[in-house]
């Protein structure tokens, strides 16, 4: 036997010096990882919120939005001019409404003989599809034909982005009054302003939203003096002159407030027109303009105009894409991976099984695209777009994943418990169903909604079996032409239209949602089922 | 003094007598062979078992006395690399024979394991799950009736029998083991294999084993793997010393531990060995 | 046979077995002198013998300990078992030896001097033969001989014979000289303590016989078991 301290010099005990250096080298050493592991954190933290912050920052505009709160005259010879007081009829009679809309609209804001060009700007403020409700609420309701009735009708996404202050730079101006006022509204007005002090702020807020570094940039002015709203065309000191635009058609009274809405861009460079913005205020002002819940965003499907898109179609879509997917891959998976765990011989064949089935979960998605696409569209015959597709290509896609976690939550269960089984005279099959099933669950369930939420954000092998196309209908089933949300992403991130940036964004909250009720249902199944042993 | 000596070799013969006297051999193994995969595990054991009795197989770690344990109930047959030739009759019958099923075998010959290893499900249903898949229970009553039994043999039933819904696992170490052997009881066997029973336990609870398994031996034929060599002594009447896969010496535990033929024997046993 | 691997537990053992054999050295001697005291009538070494008996106590009770001590902590089995056994019995009867040599020492201190000559070299001569006998009978217990065993049992015999013509012989001087009957029948008693010493010596050779074979038996069975074994080495 020999004593640890056996080998010290006889002067000291075994707190040595050079110990001491080492000991202090491993606090070092140790407190160095601590540190590492925290920046580590610190890193993932700020990026998730980073992530997070920017993504709800650009959805934020895109969960309310702006509607034109209108009080309609459902006139029958619009919607129902044959009389035939048909709902499918009138449903489907967009036109009718769209045009009544227009009129009653031409009829509030427009003189006797508009320009076209006047027209198409006042009929711009809305979307041609935004009088669908309104049909389907008329077509429901035979008896609201011929009375007045209001609606939510959507305004343009545009307009719906200018008011949430997109579209251009602004700046707003109270001045203090008029001095004099000359011209008609047809022909051109001359307004003097008050005092030498409000055109001198008039001048500074245009010079400073007028950007120096881009030519043909300048900034644009709309007056509104009373009741009526007035484009700049220049000013020279205090003298301004001005086109009539929108709102009463008479010149204002000398005690009339004026005020100057500066705008950064003149109207040849955005999309919505100084005269769609005077209407707009107009309307603001008499509190027919107000912000709602954007409930479209979830009950719409899928449209070529913004302000009208939905995810609706996409996440019935999901939700079926996902059930097939389930269905394939969770029975299959589990299934396969029970029978190599636990029955399958240990030979040449079962270990190359394994190796295959470990480079499978390596496979890059896109290839079960093209194998989904090769073998149920071209080969077995079945339709495009659909869900069952997608769901089996999918299917395909997480099995790999879903028999590896199961094999791993199936080996995790300890041996002692086949053992005790058998030793009571259970069959292999008993003693893996009645114990070592109900014990390996709990990962098991966790592996395949694991499996599950990574087909829900796949996108790409979906493209190649034609999922992306335009689906304007909730399916019916998994026979039904359908999109799915990650897809639906992606298109709505390629869409021209500046609106489609929050609706993108939201649309990526509704899928994250999903995620994280997905991966809550995995915590929970675990929670319930896991038990000690 | 003189008289001293005279004593002891009386007292010695007579037990000898009770001891190997005739009773019933109730597991014959003859010429068992094991090997894995082409490692020889078991060299041609021969080993007759005596029914209501308990056999001890002792040995150093890898001796095969487990491996031999496992043929018994063909517990082996579960690995898949194990071959196991040989006959071992129980009551006249050849158990290695094909047409024996070992899930009929094994209800028959009932085993615990090392670590105490309830189902993680609750008291009732530990004792409960032989009996069901056996069909030994045609009602609720009269699987109540072979739970408590069952638990009153393994002397479990006072401590448990307010909890029966209680999880197994909830339970202490050495109440785990006695749950465990409950759950071997349940289902009736006549023989009940023991693969170190005690070793994860506590000294009291292990005193309970076997102060259990000694009641047991008036009903069942007992055959236990140890490694305490003390508690071989303790509970045995007959011992078998396994020496790297062969059957060393196998006899009565008081000529084993008083006075072994063989010198492995002698040398394992007084802690010499190596 | 191979040391433990617990190494301690051998040493205790060696330790214990060289206890007894100086024991046994001491009992050797204290017959030795206890017998020449009488024969010399040296009163002297009669109480010097007599004091020596509390060493034998002393060691027996150390020898006890060490056993008690092997038996709890040790967990002797098989061989060893039968080691700390045998010790146990070796205690007790070298103990007994020394509580015979002393009591042959205070008969000593008893006799007048003028014993019968005759007598008197009779209990020197059994002395011999039995100091002898228990010294064979010490190594056999050393060298864990059952041969040396099997002499030692032969002795008995003739000491036996010693002490029964030495009785007789006694017994006719005492009738002759009746005075001389206190001090003869101490020397009787010192012969019967001789030949009860020889007793113990035996005892010692039956234990070294069971602590070797693990058999308990008696002499006729030994000389039978050896002849067997003479005859072949079926065992």
């Known amino acids: 036997m020999s004593s640890p301290t056996a080998d010290t010099p006889a002067t000291g005990t075994f707190v040595t010096d050079e110990a001491l250096k080492r000991l202090k080298k491993r606090h070092a050493a140790e407190m160095r990882f601590k540190f590492y592991g925290r920046a580590a954190i610190g890193i993932a933290i700020i990026a998730l919120v980073t992530l997070l912050v920017s993504i709800f920052g650009q959805a934020s505009s895109a969960f309310s939005r702006y509607v034109l709160s209108y009080d309609l005259n459902i006139e029958a010879s619009y919607v129902d001019p044959e009389g035939t007081r048909d709902p499918q009829a009138i449903e489907r009679n967009v036109s009718g409404f769209n045009l009544m809309l227009q009129d009653q609209l031409a009829d509030e804001f427009l003189s006797e003989d508009p320009s076209r060009n006047v027209q198409r700007e006042l009929y711009g403020l809305f979307t041609r599809l935004a009088v669908l409700p309104i049909a389907h609420h008329t077509a429901q309701n035979m008896q609201t034909i011929g009375t007045e009735q209001v609606f939510n009708v959507a305004l343009a996404d545009d307009i719906d982005l200018y008011l949430k202050g ?14 004099r006022v000359s011209g008609s509204v047809e022909s051109g007005v001359t307004l003097v302003l008050g005092t030498q002090e409000d055109a001198a702020r008039l001048n500074e807020a245009l010079t400073s939203l007028t950007r120096q570094d881009v030519e043909d940039s300048s900034a644009a002015a709309l007056i509104q003096a009373g009741q009526t709203w007035f484009r700049m065309e220049n000013a020279e000191g205090r003298t301004l002159q001005l086109t009539y635009l929108a709102g009463a058609r008479t010149l204002p009274q000398a005690d009339a407030s004026v005020e100057a809405l500066v705008l950064a861009q003149s109207q040849e460079n955005r999309t919505v027109t100084d005269r769609q913005i005077a209407w707009t205020m107009i309307l603001k002002e008499q509190g027919r303009i107000k912000s709602v819940l954007n409930t479209s965003l979830f009950t719409n499907s899928d449209s070529t105009y913004p302000e009208l898109a939905g995810t609706a179609a996409a996440v019935v879509g999901s939700l079926l894409t996902m059930l097939v997917t389930a269905l394939l891959a969770i029975p299959v998976g589990i299934f396969a991976a029970v029978y190599l ?127 992306v196309a335009f689906v304007a209908e909730v399916p019916d089933g998994p026979m039904d032409e359908s999109t799915v949300l990650p897809v639906l992403i992606y298109k709505w991130s390629t869409g021209a239209e500046r609106a489609w940036e929050p609706q993108t964004a939201a649309a990526i909250i509704v899928l994250l949602v999903f995620l994280v009720l997905m991966n809550l249902i995995a915590i929970i199944l675990r929670r319930r089922f896991e038990r000690r042993w | 003094m003189d008289g001293n000596v005279e004593d002891f070799a009386e007292t010695t013969t007579t037990i000898d007598r009770t001891q190997s006297g005739s009773a019933p051999i109730k597991v014959d193994c003859r010429h068992i062979d094991v090997f894995y995969d082409d490692k020889q595990a078991i060299h041609d054991i021969s080993l007759e078992i005596e029914d209501r009795s308990v056999t001890a197989f002792i040995g150093p770690s890898g001796c095969g006395k487990s491996t031999f344990l496992r043929c018994i109930n063909r517990m082996n047959d579960t690995i898949e690399a194990a071959k196991v030739t040989g006959e071992i009759f129980m009551d006249g019958a050849n158990i290695n024979d094909p047409s024996i099923d070992p899930v009929l075998l094994r209800s028959r010959v009932g085993m615990v394991f090392q670590k105490p290893n309830p189902f993680p499900k609750s008291i009732y249903d530990n004792i409960g799950y032989g009996p069901r898949i056996h069909g030994l229970a045609s009602g609720k009553a009269e699987m109540d009736e072979i739970v ?122 007084t802690g010499r060995f190596g | 046979m191979p040391d433990h691997i617990v190494t301690a537990f051998t040493d205790e053992l060696e330790h214990l077995s060289a206890n007894l054999l100086r024991m046994g050295g001491l009992a050797e001697s204290m017959i030795m002198d206890a017998s020449r005291a009488v024969a010399t009538f040296d009163l002297e070494l009669a109480r010097d013998v007599i004091k020596r008996d509390r060493a034998i106590d002393e060691l027996e009770v150390e020898a006890e300990k060490a056993i008690v001590r092997l038996i709890a902590l040790r967990h002797p089995m098989a061989t060893d078992l039968r080691a700390v056994l045998g010790a146990m019995k070796l205690a007790g009867d070298i103990e007994r030896i020394g509580d015979l040599c002393k009591n042959i020492g205070k008969r000593c201190l008893e006799l007048t001097g003028d014993e019968n000559r005759a007598a008197v070299k009779g209990i020197e001569r059994m002395s011999r033969a039995v100091s002898h006998q228990l010294q064979l009978a010490l190594d056999c217990y050393l060298r864990q001989d059952i041969e040396a065993a099997k002499t030692v049992l032969d002795m008995d015999d003739d000491i036996d014979d010693h002490y029964t013509s030495l009785f007789r012989e006694t017994l006719t001087y005492m009738m002759e000289d009746p005075r001389q009957i206190g001090s003869n029948t101490h020397l009787i008693f010192m012969a019967k303590n001789l030949e009860r010493i020889g007793d113990h010596a035996t005892n010692i050779a039956k234990a070294v016989y069971y602590m070797v074979t693990g058999e308990t038996t008696t002499g006729a069975k030994i000389e039978s078991r050896l002849a067997e074994d003479d005859h072949g080495e079926q065992r």
């Open chain 1, 166 to 179: 997109g579209v251009t730079q602004r700046k707003s101006l109270d001045l203090s009054g008029l001095s």
């Open chain 1, 341 to 467: 765990e636990e029955f399958a011989p240990r030979n040449r064949l079962t270990s190359l099984i394994e190796v295959n089935i470990n480079n499978l979960a390596a496979v890059p998605s896109i290839v079960f695209g093209l194998l989904g696409a090769a073998v149920f569209i071209n080969f077995l015959g079945l339709p495009r777009s659909v869900p069952l597709v997608g769901g089996l290509v999918l299917g395909l896609l997480v099995l790999p994943t879903v028999i590896i976690a199961s094999r791993a939550a199936l080996t995790a269960v300890p041996p002692s418990i086949r053992t005790a089984a058998l030793g009571v005279g259970a069959s292999k099959t008993q003693s893996v169903f009645h114990h070592v099933l109900p014990l390996a669950a709990p990962g098991i369930l966790t592996g395949s909604i694991i499996g599950m939420a990574r087909a829900l954000g796949e996108t790409a092998p979906l493209l190649l079996i034609g999922m």
């Open chain 2, 148 to 269: 408590e039994k069952s638990l009153r043999k393994a002397g479990l039933w006072e401590e448990v029998k307010d909890r029966l819904q209680a999880p197994g696992t909830s339970l202490s170490g050495g109440q785990q083991q006695r749950l465990c052997i409950a759950r071997a009881i349940a289902v009736s066997p006549e023989v009940i294999l023991m693969d170190e029973p005690c070793s994860a336990l506590d000294p009291i609870a292990t005193a309970k084993i076997e102060e259990l398994i000694d009641e047991l031996r008036e009903r069942y034929c007992i055959v236990m793997v140890t490694h305490s060599m003390q508690q071989a002594a303790r509970v045995s009447q007959k011992t078998a010393f396994f020496h790297l896969g062969k059957l060393i010496e196998y006899g009565d535990t008081e000529k084993i531990f008083t006075n072994p033929e063989h010198g492995r024997t002698q040398d394992y046993i």
